[in-house]
């Protein structure tokens, strides 16, 4: 079965500090992997996916298949992280789910 | 990017009406879109995914004739909650493909459903 979870509903860093929000999968197949984001009151986008190995915002994510995770990190935190993040996983029919989401607050 | 649009933002009906909720795709073409579900304070559950000019393929669980789907052109998928109840009270969120090969979803404002 195809499943994203994110174990993590809340979590709070001061401003400065690393960051990780985790993503584990579970797909029999080789994995497509996504963050998303969703700040105040703007709909969701797509922060960075795996395939593309890019650093966006300041934040990476690793496809760890043995570990079958997925986790979002940045390395210094800053108030504008602030906001909900949700790891999708596409799936066989070109689906996407997504993982319960993690609230992100970057405390100054 | 690219943008798609959802209309009602909001919408308050009795129990037992119908509701509409339009997405649209408005700077590109979409041969698939995705409806989903959100509940308060948790995730995006697939409700189903629509096909211009085909039957939309839904979830395991979601019942077909309650919410019906349609795909009628490239720029425009509608969801009918039929016979809506209390229970259906929810956000509704449509994303569409701008480009197949990329994968990046693109989101629709989401329409609140409320149920009386």
């Known amino acids: 079965a195809q499943r994203v979870t994110q174990p993590e509903k809340l979590l709070s860093v001061f401003k400065g500090a690393p960051v990780e929000l985790k993503c584990n999968y579970s797909y029999s197949g080789s994995p497509e992997l996504f963050w998303y984001v969703q700040y105040s009151r703007q709909r969701l986008q797509l922060l960075l996916r795996?395939?593309s190995r890019e650093s966006i915002k300041g934040f990476t994510a690793d496809l760890n298949k043995g570990e079958t995770s997925f986790h979002l990190k940045k390395p210094f935190a800053q108030e504008e992280d602030s906001a909900m993040y949700y790891c999708?996983?596409?799936?066989?029919?070109?689906?996407?789910?997504f993982g319960t989401g993690t609230s992100l607050t970057v405390i100054p | 990017g690219a943008v798609v649009s959802q209309h009602p933002s909001w919408v308050i009906c009795k129990s037992g009406t119908s509701v509409k909720i339009e997405c649209r795709s408005l700077?590109?073409?979409?041969?698939?879109m995705f409806w989903y579900r959100q509940f308060p304070k948790q995730s995006l559950m697939l409700m189903a995914t629509s096909n211009e000019g085909s039957k939309a393929t839904y979830e395991q669980g979601v019942e077909k004739d309650k919410f019906l789907i349609n795909h009628a052109s490239l720029t425009l998928s509608t969801l009918t909650v039929t016979s809506a109840h209390p229970e259906d009270s929810s956000f509704y969120i449509c994303?569409?493909?701008?480009?197949?090969?990329?994968?990046?979803?693109?989101f629709g404002e989401g329409s609140r459903l409320t149920v009386l």
């Open positions: 999708a996983l596409r799936g066989t029919g070109n689906q996407f789910y």
């Open positions: 994303s569409a493909r701008q480009d197949p090969n990329t994968g990046e979803l693109f």
């Open positions: 795996h395939i």
């Open positions: 700077d590109f073409q979409a041969t698939t």
